[in-house]
């Protein structure tokens, strides 16, 4: 989301349902966590694949990053979990963050996750190994795709008309 305007608050109005729901752990975990679990899935299966010939080094790599998604997902389904039977948060959406915890900066260490999720697409895409995705595997991108960035635009939409509202209303 867009930043808000100096002296507003970014926090939902109590009656803002739509902007409760963007913001809810749920939405989140769909939208942005689970598709970035897949992108790691999917480059670490790229790394075994392109490591089982003599690079074993890029065997290990895949393994440990399929790992991380894993558990990245599980946290994911976790705190979407929790919030939809209206329990508090106990967990980051994160094994990173979930670290950050431990320092009082999960905010910090999951921007440091989205970094380097962020890096996986990037070096997925610039390397050419996108091309070497099954055809399953390629849906799974681009419905990780999909989910990611149409919902960013929902959000910023959504954002953009709530702005528009206050201007409005102060005129």
Known sequence: ???AEPGTSSHPAPDDRILRFFQSPLFLSCTIG?????????FGSLAIRSGIGGEPAL????WLIIAWAALDLSLNVARAGLDISGRPNAIEYCTIAQVGRYFHAPG???????????SIICITLWSGWI????TPESVLW???????LISLSLVIMYDEALRAR???KKK
């Open 1 to 3: 989301m867009t930043p």
């Open 34 to 42: 689970i598709p970035f679990c897949i992108y790691k899935f999917l």
């Open 142 to 148: 681009y419905t990780a795709t999909t989910l990611n």
């Open 166 to 168: 206050r201007n409005a």
């Open 59 to 62: 065997v290990l790599l895949g």
């Open 108 to 118: 910090a260490f999951l921007a440091f996750d989205t970094l380097l999720s962020f």
């Open 131 to 134: 091309a070497r995705l099954t």
